[in-house]
């Protein structure tokens, strides 16, 4: 009686996650398409395409790599910007731990950190009490395969397209780029001095052919980071001293 009423406990949750998932699912749809649609036009297969969302599922790092690739970026600098990207999810891990059931087994922590999004994170985060593996696996399980199976779709759309029309996409990239930061450069102006830091840094490296157009992108990245959060730090400071 006891396993019985375990199992339904876990089909129960599982199905929650499912549910939660729901909208997020169809959030990754029009961004999913959109990523199988570039990913066509910077010159990807349909399978790497595929094995890309399968693997690395994460889009901002997938979108910055289309965008590296297409200016023959080598793959240790696609690896290290991927990696800087990507470094918030140890925060998010960290923070997820704290609201998990802790008698999950190693494996099973494995499988639902693999899934961790920003999106996911939030849904899971902010659910009242603890959460458990089969919410998570729920949860996880509906927005992967949204994002994969989606992403799929998009590149054979695009295959349909006529070539111009294909060729013309690679310009969606760096609009969608310029889409997603204008939002946050109105909330943060960190984030604008950071963008402008970052902008010029990489136009210094890149006109004095310093270095690679891959490894001029890591490091404007890196430099302009530890500038930008040195000063806001020495700014800040300074305004607690005053005040």
């Not at 949750?13 to 036009?41: D, R």
């Not at 800087?84 to 923070?95: C, D, E, K």
Request: overall charge positive.
């Amino acid at each position: 009686m006891s396993s019985t009423t375990t199992l339904v406990k876990k089909q129960s949750s599982f199905l929650q996650g499912l549910q939660s998932g729901i909208s997020i699912a169809i959030g990754y749809l029009p961004v999913a398409l959109t990523f199988g649609l570039l990913s066509k036009s910077t010159g990807l297969s349909l399978s790497e395409t595929f094995l890309m969302s399968l693997i690395v599922y994460a889009g901002a790092s997938q979108y910055i790599s289309l965008s590296l690739l297409s200016v023959g970026t080598g793959i240790i600098e696609i690896i290290l910007t991927t990696f800087i990207v990507n470094i918030r999810h140890f925060l998010m891990s960290a923070s997820l731990s704290e609201k998990v059931e802790k008698n999950d087994s190693l494996w099973k922590k494995a499988l639902y950190s693999f899934g961790l999004t920003d999106e996911t994170f939030t849904v899971a985060s902010t659910k009242e009490g603890t959460v458990n593996a089969g919410y998570l696996f729920g949860l996880m399980l509906i927005s992967y395969a949204s994002w994969v199976i989606n992403s799929g779709i998009g590149y054979v759309i695009g295959a349909s397209l006529p070539t111009t029309v294909q060729e013309s996409m690679s310009i969606a990239l760096y609009a969608m780029f310029i889409g997603l930061l204008i939002p946050t450069l109105k909330k943060h102006r960190k984030v604008m001095f950071l963008a402008v830091a970052a902008a010029i840094l990489n136009s210094i490296f890149y006109a004095s052919q310093m270095f690679s157009t891959g490894w001029s992108i890591v490091l404007s990245t890196l430099i302009s980071a530890i500038i930008v959060e040195l000063f806001y730090m020495k700014y800040t400071s300074g305004v607690e001293t005053n005040g």
